[in-house]
């Protein structure tokens, strides 16, 4: 059984930066950020192939994170950099053992989720 834990989130003003971590990912083909904010639907941040190095980025956020993993490490993580307000949400790490990262983030599996950690931009 796999327990991700997120960890990282917080308040900080728009420009900011903020890391976000996933542990206990596991042995996992692939991860995944995805985000949700209030009255919003589930979007997905980032996702990337473990075994290949590959990864996808959502539109609202290219160019300001990056997804990184480490399966002997068993974690993940999420850096985010020049936030605005409209990235506020709750973020959760997902790993799917059965899926591919492809960017299109609706086919996107995910076999575990973690219990989110929220981001605050203001």
């Known amino acids: 059984h796999v327990q991700l834990v997120e960890s990282g989130g917080g308040s900080v003003q728009a420009g900011g930066s903020l890391r976000l971590s996933c542990v206990s990912i596991g042995s996992t083909y692939t991860m995944a950020w995805f985000r949700q904010a209030p009255g919003k639907k589930r979007e997905g941040v980032a996702c990337m192939n473990l075994n290949t190095g590959t990864s996808h980025y959502g539109d609202s956020v290219k160019g300001r994170v990056t997804i990184s993993g480490d399966t002997s490490k068993q974690t993940a993580s999420l850096q985010m950099a020049s936030l605005r307000p409209e990235d506020t949400g709750r973020y959760f790490c997902?790993?799917?053992?059965?899926?591919?990262?492809?960017?299109?983030?609706?086919?996107?599996?995910?076999?575990?989720w973690g219990q989110g950690t929220q981001v605050t931009v203001s």
């Open positions: 997902a790993v799917g053992w059965n899926t591919y990262c492809t960017g299109d983030y609706a086919l996107y599996l995910a076999s575990y």
